[in-house]
C-alpha cells in the first residue's frame, strides 16, 4: 500500500518541516523524514540562537528561530516535528496550529486530555493535521502482529512490557533531579515509557472495563515505575513499565491456539509466533531507530497531501491520541502522581 503511496508523493514537491528540541529523538526523526524523499529540513526552533544555530548547521537547516509566533508566522514552513519537553508541548502546538501549520508532536501530547481535545478541535479549525508521534501506530510490522494475534484464538492475558533503565538513573541516585525524573516537566515513567504499552493496548482491544494501577514513586514525586491491570469481559491486560531497571520478560499475547512474542513493543522488533504444538515462527526482525522514524514522517506527509484517502487512518489515530490521554490521566490520578497544570478534583 505504502509503495503507490510513496511514489506518489515523490512525483509532488517536498514538504518543508522545522523542529523543536535539539535532543537525539530529534536527529533520528530528521533522519528518517529526509531518507523517505518526502521532506526537506528547512529550519529549526531554539530558545537559545546559539544553539539554534549550532544544530541547523549540523542537520543543513536554513533558518533558525528563536520565537515561537515568527516560526508559526513562517510561510516557508509546511509542518513542525516537535520533541521538546513535555510541559512545552500545549503552549507550542497551539501557536504552531494556530499559524495553519501542520504538527507532529512527540508523545505524550499534553498531561490533560482537555488540552489535546482543545488541539484537535483547533487543528481542525485550521485545517491542518495534528499528529501524535508514536511509532506504533505507523510501523508496516503493526499489519504483522496483527495477523499474527487473529491466529492464536480467543486471547485471555496480554502482558505489555518496556522496562528500560533510564541513562540518567545514576545522576539521579547522585541526588540530581534529570528532566525525566522531575514533574515540573510533566514526565515520570508513564508518561515516558508507558505510553508505549498503553497505545497497543486501546488500538488492539479497545477500552477496558476497568484498571488499577501502582506505581514506585520517587522523591520528586515522579513515578519510577509502574504496574497497570486493564480489566475486559474475556481478558486482562497488564503493562509494567520502569526507567528504574531493565525488562527481560517483555510483551507476549497469549490465546488457546498459541503465544506471539514481541521483543520490543516500542518498535514492534522480534516478533515470533509460538504454536501450541511448541514449534515457533519467526516473523519479524528488527530495523534501525531512523527508519523506524521515517514511517511516522511518511504517514504525516501522506495525511497532508492525500487527506480524502487517508481520513479514515488519519481519524483513528486523533481518535487514538484522546483515548490515550484520558486514560493516562485518570492512571495518574489513581497513581497519586500530579503536576502542577492538573487541575484541582
Request: with cysteine; glycine share 8%; aromatic share 10%.
Amino acid at each position: 500500500v505504502w509503495g503507490a503511496a510513496q511514489q506518489k508523493g515523490r512525483e509532488t514537491a517536498m514538504l518543508r518541516f522545522a523542529t523543536i528540541g535539539s535532543g537525539w529523538i530529534t536527529d533520528e526523526y530528521i533522519h528518517g523524514a529526509k531518507d523517505s524523499g518526502l521532506w526537506e529540513l528547512a529550519a529549526v526552533y531554539s530558545r537559545d540562537k546559539g544553539r539554534g544555530e549550532a544544530y541547523a548547521q549540523k542537520h543543513g537547516a536554513r533558518l533558525v528561530f528563536t520565537d515561537i509566533k515568527a516560526l508559526a508566522a513562517c510561510g516557508e514552513i509546511d509542518a513542525v516535528y516537535i520533541a521538546s519537553p513535555n510541559a512545552a508541548h500545549y503552549e507550542q502546538c497551539r501557536a504552531l496550529l494556530a499559524g495553519g501549520k501542520h504538527v507532529i508532536c512527540e508523545k505524550p501530547l499534553c498531561a490533560q486530555a482537555e488540552k489535546v481535545k482543545e488541539l484537535v478541535k483547533l487543528a481542525e479549525e485550521k485545517g491542518v493535521i495534528f499528529l501524535e508521534a508514536i511509532m506504533f501506530m505507523h510501523l508496516p510490522q503493526r499489519a504483522v502482529l496483527e495477523e499474527a494475534l487473529g491466529k492464536i484464538g480467543n486471547i485471555s492475558m496480554a502482558k505489555i512490557d518496556f522496562c528500560q533503565r533510564s541513562s540518567k538513573l545514576d545522576s539521579f541516585l547522585e541526588g540530581q533531579v534529570p528532566n525525566i525524573f522531575n514533574p515540573k516537566l510533566e514526565t515520570g515513567s508513564l508518561m515516558d515509557l508507558g505510553v508505549y504499552c498503553v497505545y497497543p493496548a486501546l488500538h488492539l482491544f479497545g477500552r477496558p472495563e476497568s484498571f488499577q494501577a501502582d506505581c514506585i514513586k520517587l522523591h520528586t514525586g515522579a513515578d519510577g515505575a509502574g504496574i497497570l491491570t486493564m480489566k475486559y469481559p474475556d481478558k486482562l491486560v497488564t503493562l509494567t513499565y520502569s526507567k528504574l531497571g531493565q525488562a527481560g520478560a517483555n510483551t507476549d499475547f497469549q490465546g488457546n491456539e498459541g503465544t506471539v512474542y514481541v521483543e520490543s513493543v516500542s518498535r514492534l522488533a522480534n516478533i515470533s509466533l509460538w504454536h501450541k504444538d511448541g514449534t515457533t515462527e519467526k516473523l519479524y526482525g528488527e530495523d534501525e531507530k531512523y527508519k523506524l522514524m521515517g514511517w511516522e514522517a511518511k504517514d504525516f506527509y501522506r495525511y497532508i497531501q492525500e487527506p480524502e484517502e487517508s481520513r479514515e487512518e488519519y481519524a483513528h489515530c486523533v481518535e487514538l491520541s484522546l483515548w490515550v490521554a484520558e486514560f493516562l490521566e485518570k492512571a495518574r490520578r489513581q497513581l497519586g502522581v500530579r503536576f502542577e497544570s492538573d487541575k484541582e478534583a
